[in-house]
């Protein structure tokens, strides 16, 4: 991740006095077919993120828009550094905006609180990010235990449930993090972000780190969650083969603002130099090519789930 100081520098009151009061939804193309029964589950308005201050400020975010509709995977891409983890963590209101909004199911973020988003919004971290002196049903059930409300044989019945539904043993819930592989990790993680049966699903670099087929395997599994539980999913990654196995519609984060949304086969062709790179290579052609014809192209999920 590059430092504040690698990212161009721009004053925060230079650029707070140059965001217009008014943000109108600025991409330039958006092939997301509306329909009477979206239902936006996250809503991104005018966002501005500035970190630092004085000369030492930089935006990451300018005047950002961006709206995730219930039961997509929504893919987000964009190069090292701009700002796809800090929006995923705005959604998880781990992070504030500077300017403008995050709203997720009708509320600001910010003003969720932990145990409202817990319940509201469940994230996977890049860095998988498991407590490492928790055995994992500990991890699992960290947000109940958390509550201190709830008997401690309820939250362990509940963590065992979880285990199950990523695919783990009753046995492995007395393993400790650093017993575990990069698979189980990435299980685990994704079990302790479902305790609280968030209807909304951060994916931060859900695959990276894993051969390809513990990689096959795990997007099967989130493909399976995604149907079973009626989750909206916001997926950031690198990976074209995750990206093509599961998003519904995908959006690029470029030039500090989302430059395009639309589903995976109408974006590898947008006119911008970020695209081209990461479309145009020879593993975008090959997972392209590797794509069903009948991959959706709008969100398939059904509205009433
Ligand atoms: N709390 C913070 N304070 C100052 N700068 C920050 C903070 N959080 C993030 N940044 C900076 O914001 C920029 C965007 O960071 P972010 O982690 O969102 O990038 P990213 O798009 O997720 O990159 P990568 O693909 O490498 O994970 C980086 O320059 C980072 O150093
Ligand atoms: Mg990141």
Not at 59 to 82: F, K, P, W, Y
Not at 202 to 215: F, H, I, K, Q, V
Request: glycine letters at 8%; charged letters at 15%; a neutral charge.
């Amino acid at each position: 991740m590059p430092s504040p100081s690698q990212t161009p520098s721009v004053p925060a009151a230079a650029a707070l006095s140059a965001a217009p009061a008014a943000s109108p939804v600025s991409s330039p193309v958006s092939s997301l077919v509306s329909s009477p029964l979206a239902e936006p589950v996250v809503e991104v308005r005018g966002l501005w993120t500035v970190f630092g201050t004085g000369a030492k400020a930089f935006a990451v975010h300018q005047d950002l828009d961006l709206t995730v509709q219930r039961g997509e995977i929504l893919a987000l891409v964009g190069g090292s550094g701009t700002g796809k983890t800090v929006l995923l963590r705005q959604m998880l209101g781990l992070a504030q905006p500077t300017r403008g909004s995050v709203t997720v199911l009708g509320r600001p973020a910010a003003e969720m609180g932990r145990e409202g988003a817990a319940s509201r919004v469940g994230m996977l971290f890049q860095q998988g990010a498991l407590f490492s002196a928790f055995d994992v049903l500990g991890n699992v059930g960290f947000a109940l235990q958390e509550l201190g409300t709830l008997p401690a044989a309820l939250v362990r019945d509940a963590a065992l449930v979880k285990l199950q539904m990523v695919g783990l043993q009753p046995a492995h819930a007395t393993r400790m993090p650093a017993d575990l592989s990069g698979g189980m990790v990435k299980r685990v993680a994704l079990a302790r972000a479902l305790v609280m049966d968030p209807p909304l699903l951060l994916l931060d670099e859900p695959t990276a780190g894993l051969d390809p087929n513990s990689s096959d395997e795990f997007c099967a599994l989130l493909r399976a969650l995604h149907q079973s539980l009626g989750l909206t999913v916001v997926m950031v990654t690198h990976d074209l083969d995750t990206l093509f196995a599961l998003s519904t519609r995908v959006a690029v984060l470029a030039d500090k603002k989302v430059i395009v949304t639309g589903a995976p086969r109408e974006v590898v062709h947008f006119a911008h130099p970020f695209v081209r790179e990461f479309f145009g290579g020879e593993r975008g052609r090959r997972a392209l090519l590797a794509l069903p014809e009948d991959a959706p192209a709008t969100p398939s999920f059904p509205q009433e789930a």
